[in-house]
C-alpha cells in the first residue's frame, strides 16, 4: 500500500495525492488515514509544495464524492424503496423515515460526516438519493473535506518520519466506530424480529 503511494506521488506529485483520495472514497480500503500523512511528510521533506497537496486532496475528496452523489441520484428514490421493500427486516416506513430525518439534517450530516471514518464515503450516496442542491453539496463536501485533509496531513508534515503514528490512532477511532455501526445493525434487528413474533402471536389469536 505504502510504495504504491510512494509511487503514485514520485510520478505525479501533489495530484497523485489528489488521485489517492478519491479512490479512497469509491474503494473505502484504500485509507485516507494513510493517504493523507504520508502526503503531508512528504511535502516536508520538500518533495511536494504543502499547498498543493491540500488543494488537490480536497478536489480529490469532492471528485470522488460527486461520484457516488450521482449514483444515488441515478439510483433515485423509487429504485431505493423497491430494493428496500425487498431487503428482511427492513420497512419501506423505515425509508421514508430515514428521508424525513436527511430532509432535516442533511446539511449538517454531509459537512460532518466528511470527518467520520466509513461514512465519509457512504454519505454522498443518501445525498444523491434525496436530490440535494448540488451547489449546496458540494461546497458542504469541500468545507468538511478541507478541514478533515488539513488535519491529517498537517499530522504527517509535523510528525515526519513518525506520521505513521496517524493510522495507528484514528484506527482505533475507526474500529469504534465499526462497534457502534454492528452494534445498531443488531439492535435494529432484535427488535424487527421481536415486532415481527408479536405479530404472529397476535395473528394466532
Sequence with gaps: MTDWLVGLMESLGAPGAGLAIALENLFPPLPSEVILPLSG????????????????????????????????????????????????????????????WFRR?????????????????????????????????????????????????????????NWSLVEAYVGIGTNVVIAVVVLAVVVFAGVRLAERRKGRHATRR
Excluded at 89 to 96: A, F, T
Excluded at 117 to 137: K, N
Excluded at 151 to 159: C, D, E, K, R, S
Design 41 to 100: 511528510f512528504t511535502a516536508a521533506r520538500g518533495e511536494m509544495d504543502l499547498l498543493d497537496v491540500l488543494v488537490w486532496t480536497t478536489l480529490g475528496s469532492v471528485a470522488g464524492a460527486l461520484a457516488l452523489y450521482w449514483v444515488g441520484a441515478l439510483l433515485g428514490r423509487e429504485r431505493t424503496l423497491a430494493i428496500a421493500a425487498k431487503l428482511p427486516l427492513v420497512k419501506v416506513s423505515d425509508i421514508e423515515k430515514t428521508e424525513a
Design 105 to 161: 439534517h442533511g446539511r449538517k450530516t454531509v459537512f460532518f460526516g466528511r470527518m467520520i471514518p466509513i461514512f465519509r464515503s457512504l454519505i454522498s450516496v443518501p445525498a444523491g438519493v434525496e436530490r440535494m442542491p448540488l451547489v449546496t453539496f458540494t461546497l458542504l463536501t469541500t468545507a468538511g473535506s478541507l478541514i478533515w485533509n488539513t488535519i491529517f496531513v498537517m499530522a504527517g508534515y509535523l510528525l515526519g518520519e
